[in-house]
């Protein structure tokens, strides 16, 4: 029997940091990681890793959103809606927790 995992409640005032037990590498299109306590490995593209970079340390996911708008050319409500859905399967991953300390 399989079980669903549910993506927690993200929103762009919640604050997320990346989870302790991974190792990352980046590779020349993007890049690796293994999540060391289920031994699963997870690929991210160049924009992936570069939001993983910033959830390294705690972020608002509004900032999070400011920062990608000022380094990318796109539409703001695609981004929004891309970067929650990205947060919201890393989080149902185990890969970043949500946190209750304010960030800018």
Known sequence: MSVLKTAPAITVDSTVVCAGNQVSSSLED???LLDLDSG????FNPIGFHIWTLMKSPIRIGHLLNCLLED???DPQVCEQEVLDLARSL???????VVTAACP
């Open 30 to 32: 993007g890049a690796v």
């Open 72 to 74: 990318y050319e796109v």
């Open 40 to 43: 699963v490995y997870y690929g």
């Open 91 to 97: 989080a149902s991953e185990g890969l970043i927790q």
